[in-house]
């Protein structure tokens, strides 16, 4: 990880001021922040070639309130876990389903959106969305790699799909509409954004209910998607706690609203109440 502040010890350089923000000296570094930067609205490539979306807006103002300079390197949804994994960048600012096998690999931060996944089909199927409604109906499934999603349909489908592997939504998007692949299993929010509200999207349905992805011991009230850092790493660890707490101080003062806002007309975390 980038040293981010003089380490004369933990407890000092990590020390926190008024409102959360971390006290860093001069010595303070860059931190690296990894982004798929193709999962609108929460992150995108904007006409300047600069990431942009809600998570990239969230994690500048993090950085601004924690008085330090940040680079949000994007790559591939696939590549985040094993870069962070490798100490290529310091924490993952894209939203991750907290799965058991993530969490053996990484800690995770506050929830920044509940975001269930659901299937996207057209209007006039009718499925019924278990193993045996589905068997032999010869469905072509969008999915993308190295997403939670693929284990949660190896647990609950089995092989009753024939899968197609994408490498960001907006590839699963063009294949759908071209009639390549018959439905997708990815996130509500961003679906019914970016094809159902469109006029695009008229054929096409949201279906088969909401599905937690995540660690399903997690109590539902507590359930939503988290940046994350590398697990037992002590400078990772203490910067999630002040990230945490940072974007707590965002909630409580309304900023995450507004920045919410500007991409996503409805809340997406009920901490967003007494803003509303």
């Known amino acids: 990880m980038t040293k981010l502040f003089s380490l004369h010890a933990l407890g000092t350089?990590?020390?926190?001021?008024?409102?959360?923000?971390?006290?860093?000296?001069?010595?303070?570094e860059t931190l690296r922040l990894g982004n798929e930067g193709v999962y609108p609205p929460f992150s995108m490539i904007d006409s300047d070639g600069n990431p942009s979306g809600f998570e990239p807006d969230l994690a500048r103002e993090?950085?601004?309130?924690?008085?330090?300079?940040?680079?949000?390197?994007?790559?591939?949804?696939?590549?985040?876990?094993?870069?962070?994994?490798?100490?290529?960048?310091?924490?993952?600012?894209?939203?991750?389903?907290p799965t058991p096998e993530r969490l053996a690999k990484l800690t995770y931060g506050r929830p920044i959106v509940y975001n269930p996944m659901t299937f996207v089909a057209k209007k006039d199927t009718d499925y019924e969305y278990t193993k045996e409604g589905l068997e032999g109906k010869g469905i072509k499934l969008g999915l993308q790699r190295g997403a939670a999603s693929i284990p949660y349909v190896d647990k609950h489908w089995g092989d009753v799909f024939e899968r197609v592997y994408y490498d960001n939504p907006d590839q699963m998007k063009l294949d759908l509409l071209a009639g390549r692949i018959d439905m997708v299993f990815d996130s509500k929010i961003n679906w019914t954004i970016e094809l159902i509200d469109k006029p695009e999207g008229e054929p096409y349905k949201l279906t088969g209910g909401d599905h937690w992805i995540g660690d399903?011991?997690?109590?539902?009230?507590?359930?939503?998607?988290?940046?994350?850092?590398?697990?037992?790493?002590?400078?990772?660890?203490?910067?999630?706690?002040?990230v945490n707490a940072t974007i707590d101080a965002t909630l409580a003062d309304c900023t995450f609203t507004e920045l919410r806002k500007k991409y996503l007309s409805a809340p997406i975390l009920t901490a967003e109440e007494p803003c509303l």
């Open 216 to 242: 399903p011991d997690i109590p539902p009230a507590k359930r939503g998607y988290s940046w994350a850092v590398r697990k037992g790493d002590p400078e990772g660890e203490a910067l999630i706690e002040k």
């Open 62 to 97: 993090v950085c601004k309130r924690m008085d330090v300079d940040c680079e949000i390197i994007v790559m591939d949804f696939k590549a985040l876990i094993p870069s962070i994994l490798q100490g290529k960048f310091d924490m993952i600012t894209t939203q991750l389903a």
């Open 13 to 28: 350089a990590l020390a926190v001021v008024a409102g959360g923000v971390l006290a860093t000296g001069a010595s303070a």
